[in-house]
């Protein structure tokens, strides 16, 4: 069992920066890969960014690609999101998952995922 904590999210406006944290314990963390989800009100979640459990191979939304930055750190059993030139779209609760996964795989689908944060707010104002 793995607990997700995602923290970071606020209000910010168009073009700035936000980083976004998820801290993972009860388990060991590097044997997971982890990704970053989002949804908006009425909207589907969606898939946002991807990385291997060694940090070693990421993955991002065309949509993100560029300005969104996904990394790791396995000593700190945190996962980040590093979000620069916001856009008021980007506006919605952000989600972190993991997978137990030592293939060095990333994955894109929330079906893919064993585990799930709570979420954090991101709202990008205009």
């Known amino acids: 069992q793995v607990q997700l904590v995602e923290s970071g999210g606020g209000l910010v406006q168009a073009g700035g920066s936000l980083t976004l944290s998820c801290a993972a314990s009860?388990?060991?963390?590097?044997?997971?890969?982890m990704g970053w989800f989002r949804q908006a009100p009425g909207k589907e979640r969606e898939f946002v960014a991807a990385?291997?459990?060694?940090?070693?191979?990421?993955y991002y939304a065309d949509s993100v690609k560029g300005r969104f930055t996904i990394s790791r750190d396995n000593a700190k059993n945190t996962v980040y999101l590093q979000m620069n030139s916001l856009k008021p779209e980007v506006t919605a609760v952000y989600y972190c998952?993991?997978?137990?996964?030592?293939?060095?795989?990333?994955?894109?689908?929330?079906?893919?995922?064993?585990?799930w944060g709570q979420g954090t707010q991101v709202t990008v104002s205009s």
């Open positions: 009860g388990r060991t963390f590097s044997g997971y890969a």
């Open positions: 998952a993991a997978r137990l996964s030592y293939s060095g795989s990333y994955y894109i689908e929330t079906r893919q995922y064993d585990y």
């Open positions: 990385i291997s459990w060694s940090g070693g191979v990421t």
